[in-house]
């Protein structure tokens, strides 16, 4: 296959994660085109979460690198950090503050540019605009999860990591993610999910990575792999 | 300028928060009125005879920061609680600036709480152990404490930062922090009681006023270097 320009979006370099004595992730390499959603499938402690926690800076490989749009993350984290945005199963938004004020703050911080235009979209979009002003303590898992949408959303960012987005929402929540996920394909933004749930990773993605202790195990597109035999797949790569 | 914005964001946040809950404030706020009325009560015939004695009368100024010491301990604990608590601190360390950004914003607040508490009990501090006026040497009151805070902050929010982390961290904050903290404590303790003394000595005074801006140099550079290590699992 001919690699493009837009191939080499995210490139991933022998990256390893050592806590301690344990290795977590061991030379995973993979890239990532531009527009392309990639599901990262996994058995429970693969490290599926430390790579969107790495990948997204928050946490620093022990051995190896990554570079989105050829600019290195250890060279210059905060470029990374300006293009990407996290929704993980944790909001990261905070109890004592009303939905508006959390988003007021979040924008600050990225420098968002027209805050409160921004905020009355974001929330019109999640669907909870009339909650605006309520404490995000009152708030359902399902709404908080929503309002964690918005706040993902708000400097445009041009890459998107989903941690197991899909767990513990109602399915309200679950339509929002899902339709708001489609609309931001549409227009081009990159997604890399975690997910266990194989259906559901195989519908979104483009092209599916199963993570084994080894590594990376299987790197293909999805489009010609129906679920029941990518269960076999799965179930063969991380049992083997 | 948008360094500035992010700094402001970080500590109004803090400031909206802890003016809706008063979790902090209060908490702080009535451990130093419960020490002063036990050291009062406690201890009320012999600070009758200190108060008689001018050469000792000035150590009264060690029952102040005995209490602003473990009040301060008290709100420090809980800087970053929430963060950690509600898993907030990997947003915050999402955001496209210098991480030590996280620290300023806390420490910003930190001594904004930590002056509030004092203002407001300092004037029962002086209901209850001063008898003479110190207006002359209510400047040396106001620097002291400016100096003590910002040590006390300084290093609180740092080590607070390493002890949130750990399982025993309402009791790690307390052993890291006492030990760093005690050149600090008794160069306030000095400098107070020069306050509340009728006779004071320039010299030792600039001394310790050097000694307590030397300390808090060294601890505000600190973060800048280790900080970043510090919030990373």
């Known amino acids: 296959m001919n690699k493009t320009e837009t191939d080499n979006y995210l490139e991933v370099k022998n990256l390893s994660k050592i806590f301690g004595r344990r290795k977590v992730l061991s030379d995973i390499n993979f890239f990532l085109g531009k527009g392309e959603f990639v599901t990262v499938f996994g058995p429970n402690g693969v490290g599926k979460t430390t790579l969107i926690k790495i990948l997204s800076t928050i946490l620093n490989p022990t051995k190896g690198d990554f570079c989105l749009e050829g600019v290195s993350a250890k060279r210059d984290p905060v470029f990374i950090r300006q293009n990407i945005g996290v929704l993980s199963h944790n909001p990261y938004l905070y109890p004592d503050l009303t939905a508006y004020e959390n988003l007021r703050f979040f924008s600050h911080l990225f420098s968002v540019e027209k805050v409160d235009e921004r905020i009355d979209y974001l929330l019109e979009l999640v669907g909870l605009s009339e909650r605006r002003f309520d404490l995000v303590r009152t708030f359902s898992r399902g709404m908080q999860q929503r309002i964690a949408i918005a706040r993902a959303l708000l400097h445009e960012p041009a890459l998107i990591f989903l941690d197991e987005p899909h767990s513990g929402l109602d399915p309200l929540a679950v339509e929002v993610l899902d339709e708001t996920i489609g609309g931001l394909r549409k227009s081009g933004t990159t997604f890399i999910m975690t997910t266990h749930s194989l259906e559901k990773g195989l519908v979104l993605a483009d092209r599916a990575l199963i993570l084994s202790a080894k590594g990376v195990v299987f790197n293909e597109p999805t489009k010609d792999v129906k679920v029941g035999d990518f269960k076999d797949i799965y179930l063969k790569q991380v049992s083997g | ?233």
Not at chain 2, 5 to 25: F, G, P, S, W
Not at chain 2, 47 to 69: C, F, H, M
Not at chain 2, 127 to 152: E, V
């Open chain 2, 1 to 233: 300028m948008k360094t500035f914005k992010q700094l402001y964001a970080l500590i109004e946040k803090d400031i909206i928060a802890q003016l809706r809950t008063k979790d902090m404030l209060s908490a702080m706020f009535i451990f130093i009125l419960l020490a002063f009325v036990i050291l009062n009560f406690g201890f009320f015939e012999v600070l009758e005879v200190i108060k008689q004695n001018p050469k000792v009368v000035g150590s009264v100024g060690g029952l102040l920061w005995v209490a602003l010491i473990f009040a301060a301990v008290l709100g420090l604990n809980r800087t970053f609680v929430l963060e950690k608590d509600e898993g907030v601190m990997d947003g915050l360390l999402l955001a496209p600036f210098d991480r030590s950004l996280i620290y300023w914003g806390k420490f910003i607040s930190n001594i904004i709480f930590l002056l509030i508490i004092q203002v407001l009990s300092l004037p029962v501090f002086i209901l209850f152990f001063i008898t003479q006026s110190f207006a002359s040497q209510a400047w040396l009151l106001i620097i002291t404490i400016i100096l003590g805070d910002l040590g006390i902050v300084a290093v609180g929010t740092l080590l607070s930062a390493i002890s949130v982390n750990t399982r025993a961290r309402d009791l790690m904050l307390p052993i890291l922090f006492f030990p760093v903290i005690i050149p600090l404590l008794i160069g306030v303790v000095k400098l107070s009681s020069f306050v509340f003394a009728p006779q004071s000595n320039l010299v030792t005074i600039r001394v310790w006023l050097q000694f307590l801006g030397v300390y808090d140099i060294i601890f505000l550079i600190m973060p800048f270097l280790v900080f970043d290590f510090v919030v990373e699992d």
